[in-house]
Nanobody, 118 residues
Framework: QVQLVESGGGLVQAGGSLRVSCSAS???????????MGWYRQAPGKQRELVALITSAGSTNYADSVKGRFTIARDNAKNTAYLQMNSLKPEDTAVYYC?????????WGQGTQVTVSS
């Protein structure tokens, strides 16, 4: 199992930018087993949804609602994933959760609040 810690959320005006980070820690074996890291979000009264995903090979996948605005990146040397969010909209307001997936586990962070004011 790995432990995930998110940081970087906050309050921003519409049109602004934020970057959230997710640092993974654990045994060498568990860190090496991570295949995907992703960001999900959950707004009040809504289901958790995928925002962006990146594989260990660097392939990415984005929700249609964030394509062209958000960029996911991964620094394998630092065991950290980032989500750069530009041109933020009020509908991006949610708790953002980091996820790390492998054949052995599916780990979640505690979440970080992102609030976009209009």
């Amino acid at each position: 199992q790995v432990q995930l810690v998110e940081s970087g959320g906050g309050l921003v005006q519409a049109g602004g930018s934020l970057r959230v980070s997710c640092s993974a820690s654990g045994t060498i074996f568990s860190i090496a087993s991570i295949r995907t890291m992703g960001w999900y979000r959950q707004a009040p009264g809504k289901q958790r949804e995928l925002v962006a995903l990146i594989t260990s090979a660097g392939s990415t996948n984005y929700a249609d609602s964030v394509k062209g605005r958000f960029t996911i990146a991964r620094d394998n040397a630092k065991n950290t994933a980032y989500l750069q969010m530009n041109s933020l909209k009020p509908e991006d307001t949610a708790v953002y959760y980091c996820n790390a997936g492998s054949s052995l586990f599916n780990a979640w962070g505690q979440g970080t609040q992102v609030t976009v004011s209009s």
